[in-house]
């Protein structure tokens, strides 16, 4: 199975540490989307089995750059996984908006990954941020143990 994990990490590598963790378990291809080609990715994107999405959660969905990215793939039949980390709030509760554009695009979710990260936005910055020290071991043993189910 080939597989890759494209990922978006901004503020503190919150996301960039469980990519990591998910790429390994996967032995995936890690693609860090602030860092790449957005054309050749997009070539390269059916070559895959497997696809991960991933990246911190602002405003309550992934981030834009990950969700207008996903808007400009071709319809592929492929299987795909969400990820991601955020401040607070349930499980996966943000993953509706990336999930209904996978879908649209063909995607067959396969599973869903999110985990707590260190969140220093806005007024929060004020008090030192939550979450500090997130994602934490705990954490990335929960993004392996999630990787390996998806084999």
């Not at 996966?92 to 999930?99: D, F, K, V």
């Not at 260190?118 to 910055?125: H, I, K, R």
């Not at 979450?131 to 998806?150: I, R």
Request: aromatic letters at 8%; hydrophobic letters at 45%.
């Amino acid at each position: 199975m080939k597989a890759a994990v494209i990922y978006i990490s901004i503020h503190h590598g919150n996301t960039k540490k469980v990519a990591e963790v998910i790429a390994k378990a996967l032995k995936a291809k890690l693609i860090d989307l602030a860092r790449i080609n957005q054309e050749d990715l997009l070539k390269e994107v059916p070559k895959y089995d497997l696809i991960g999405f991933g990246s911190g959660i602002y405003a309550w969905q992934h981030h834009l750059k990950l969700l207008k990215f996903v808007d400009s793939l071709p319809n592929i039949n492929k299987k795909a996984f969400i990820f991601s980390t955020k401040g607070a709030g349930p499980r996966a509760s943000y993953h509706g908006a990336l999930r209904k554009r996978l879908l649209a695009k063909g995607l067959k979710i396969v599973g869903e990954f999110s985990c707590k990260g260190w969140d220093t936005f806005a007024l929060l910055s004020l008090i030192g941020g939550i979450n500090k020290g997130h994602p934490n071991k705990e954490d990335l043993v929960g993004a392996e143990q999630f990787a390996k189910s998806l084999k």
